[in-house]
């Protein structure tokens, strides 16, 4: 039986030292996918260095975030917060103009890469909204058809499963959690924030797919957080940004 693996990623933030890590945790395992959720950019202080890099994983599917698409000059900072503005300025300022135009071609989700698995940023139905719920996930289990969909932009690691006529909320815990689906459920998944984790575990954390056997594998690795932290702060970027890296806020 065929055992193919997917590595998914999302919310690299522009975090240099924890990509690299992921990528170093990985480094000996083959990926016939590599699926990348969005928000490349935005808070880090490597907004190219982290582009460049993603573009040379080999068999890569990359939907845009609203992170890219403001540093891409495709939208308006409204909504972000005074620090998010300032860093997505300073963002669209040090990448390269190849990166740059990467980044405006990058597709809107969702896209689908068949077998029912769908991609996407917030959510299958807007990509700058948050999947917070299971209310949230109920309006995306009842409009769209998928049986697995990755997402995510509210950096947190967690899954909405539908087996049957009810929806379970899953946090996806400590430094391996797995899931198997099983037959006639569908599922949401978030493989949380390789750059910017927010659920109070500053670990990188990225996820594995087995799609043969319909298995979920969330990981967290450690990384250079002290580095990364004082080039967010060298840089003239908000504190802040770099600060909420220690605690994973
Ligand atoms: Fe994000």
Redesign the pocket.
């Known amino acids: 039986m065929a055992n193919r693996r997917f590595l998914i990623i ?2 690299v ?1 522009a975090n240099m030292e924890a990509l690299s890590a992921v990528l170093r945790a990985v480094s000996r395992r083959r990926y016939d996918k590599a699926i990348c959720l ?2 490349l950019v ?1 808070y880090g202080a490597n907004p190219d260095g982290v582009v460049s890099r993603l573009r040379k994983i080999p068999r890569m599917v990359i939907v845009r ?3 890219d698409k403001v540093a891409a000059g495709l939208a308006s900072p409204e909504n972000f917060n005074a620090a998010a503005k300032r860093s997505a300025e300073w963002t669209a300022s040090k990448l390269s103009k190849e990166n740059l135009a990467f980044l405006r071609r990058l597709p809107q989700g969702p896209v689908e890469l068949g077998e029912g698995i769908t991609i996407c940023h917030g959510t299958m139905v807007d990509e700058d909204a948050y999947l917070f719920s299971d209310y949230d996930a109920y309006e995306i289990f009842k409009c769209c058809a998928f049986d697995v969909c990755f997402f ?2 509210s ?1 947190y690691p967690c899954a909405f499963k539908q087996a049957g006529g009810s929806i379970e909320f899953i946090q996806l815990r400590g430094e391996s959690h797995e899931l198997i689906l099983e037959k006639g459920a569908r599922i949401l998944i978030n493989p949380g ?1 390789v750059g ?1 984790p927010r659920d109070r575990n500053p670990l990188a954390s990225f996820g594995e797919y087995y799609p043969d056997s319909r298995r979920f594998v969330l990981k967290r690795v450690s990384y250079a957080m002290e580095k990364a932290r004082m080039k967010i702060i060298k840089a003239g970027l908000p504190e802040n940004l770099g600060n909420r890296l220690l605690a994973g806020t």
């Open positions: 999302s919310d933030h969005g928000d935005g975030g609203n992170h995510g932009h950096h924030s910017q």
